[in-house]
């Protein structure tokens, strides 16, 4: 590694640059802080007196590197994981540090890997997870009273995961040329005076955005899969829950008991949080302790502090892919004779919000503003297929599954195994095996497959576009007030019918198969809140599962701008001889007379609260890891 100096920088003794040249993969290059010049005067030594801001500046250059050719971890879980092997190879890593006394701060720093492959075998819970080809990079600059930028990218070429239970494999997943982008958004305003009133100065905004975008994403699951989930996590929890006491038992030795009674004031402040939290998750209230962080807080790269109100906070998500398709099996495995296929052509999500406290009448008030679009096709210039996103009834007639243990891939080309579909895997199937460096499989040639497809539903490109308003009071509403009101906009386009099948069987089956699934899942979580017997677990229990919080919403939704006007048309010879009929029509002879309200509800609920509440916690921990220290802790750490 080698670094060059200009000529006015001065470095340190020889026998330190000879330290550091001997060093590898890491190099520290430190100017000396510039020194008051010394003349003589009268026989006397004189001494200037330059700036104290020339005495105190500095500046420091940080590089190093690191190279990993193969490491491997083995470790015996017992019987719940049994044999456990991380293996990872060409870990490659190299960055630079460069700050100074200014408050400049600039850092990138990559790394890489070539694969890594986790693999249990032997115990309860097995399986294996294979990354290909991954690579990160992080970018920070920061400048005195600038707006700071951070980047973080992440790229991952394939991802294959398969999770076994008892034996048996219950879920398996890959997905290809995976991107993640993540970056912030400042816009400081530098000439800020606090006595203005909020209307005439800028507001200073945070945002977080964040990028997702995917080749191919498939997933197979079967009837047991979220139950076995279930007993997975608990199996799992229970023993790392065992192996952490132990550790504690075997370190009190060194320690004493002291630390009781904070231990025990630790234990019951976190309780106490858990519950404020749940209370939170009712009401949604996601950005009040953010905002409450933001309010005159200091950063190191800021001379003032941020306004104590005013300040907008939000960010935008965007979830993008060519294919996404989830397999659903007809049984309690793999080996059920049939299978409902959900697949979609380049969906895109996009999640956006703005959140802005302001005082109003002595009080504050939280104004939240939410935008959901959800697209379909429509991304490509040239789409070809007239179908975006379909549910499709697969059965395997007389071609016989692969053996239980057989690669994940050749697991999907069994699946996909259909004429009509194939073209869309071959994308995903071509990258995994081009990408599969590790030597861990054996190349066998692929049985071919032709099961007997039919399509039950089919949906052309469509846009979706759902806007909410939200007013969140200072304090959490009590059951005596009044419950908080969001005002919704839900605007649809389809480019085209929706079909679906004429044939009763094939709705009857998607019927049974959802059923099945549904009561699977009420059976799992009720044999797991029977096992816990003692009263305290029941609590903790009941505190700690958000599920049925969610499902107790204060809020009520007014549906101000209503439009969903697509027509449903038969898949049948006949069908484009029948009138087509107005999906409103359908909705009102099932009763579902409140679609209004109920759909948006339940789009609010399902998909924009928690990536809301993604968007407050990133947000959150971006400003509480630049937010400077507290003055005593300063204080604290010179006296040291």
Known sequence: MMASASPDKKFVTPESKERVSRSTGLSLLMPTTPQSSDRTTNGRPHTSTPSSARLNSWETLVLFAINLSTLDINVNMGNVMGNAVWSTEAVQSHGRLSIDSSGHKNMKITAGLGGSKLDAKGGIVGGSIDVQKSHVLIL??????????????????????????????????????????????????????????????????????????????????????????????????????????????????YGTGALTASKRDAQDSKATSIRENVEDVKHHRHWQKVLQHIAGCCMPMISFPLPKSGTIVGGTLTLSGKNLSLATFHGINFRSKSWALFMMREPTISFSTEVQEFEESGTKTTHIVENFDFVLGQSETEISAKHMATITKLSRGYHMPPPLFTSVQEWFHYVFGANNIKDLVETAETTIAHDSSMGHRTKRKSQEYDHETEIIFALPSLQLHLKTEHLQGEHRPSPKDEKPVVDVSFVTEFDDHIHVAMDAELILFLHDLVTAYVREKDKAGTRSSSLQRDKEEQDKKKITDPTSELKKDWRIFNCKTWHLEPTVRLLSWAGKRIEPVGVD????????????????????????????????????????????????????????
Do not use: C
């Open 140 to 253: 920070i600059n920061e400048d005195k009273d600038k707006n700071p930028d951070h980047r973080h990218s992440y790229q991952i070429a394939t991802i294959e995961a398969r999770l076994d239970y008892m034996g048996s494999s219950i879920l398996m997943a890959q997905i290809s040329d995976i991107e993640l982008v993540l970056k912030d958004d400042w816009q400081l305003d530098l000439t800020m005076q606090d006595d203005l009133p909020l209307a005439t100065k800028r507001s200073t905004s945070i945002y977080v955005i964040g990028d997702l975008k995917w080749n191919q994403f498939q997933m197979m699951i079967s009837k047991s899969t979220t139950p076995d989930l279930i007993k997975m996590a608990t199996k799992l929890n229970e023993y790392f829950t065992q192996q952490l006491a132990s550790s504690k038992r075997a370190f009190a030795v």
């Open 585 to 640: 029509y359908i909705l009102q002879k099932l009763g579902f007379t409140h679609a209004r309200s109920t759909i948006p509800k339940w789009m609010q609920r399902g998909a924009m609260d928690p990536l809301d509440a993604v968007l407050s916690i990133l947000v959150d921990t971006l400003v509480m890891s630049l937010k400077e220290a507290e003055p005593d802790v300063k204080l604290r750490d010179a006296n040291l």
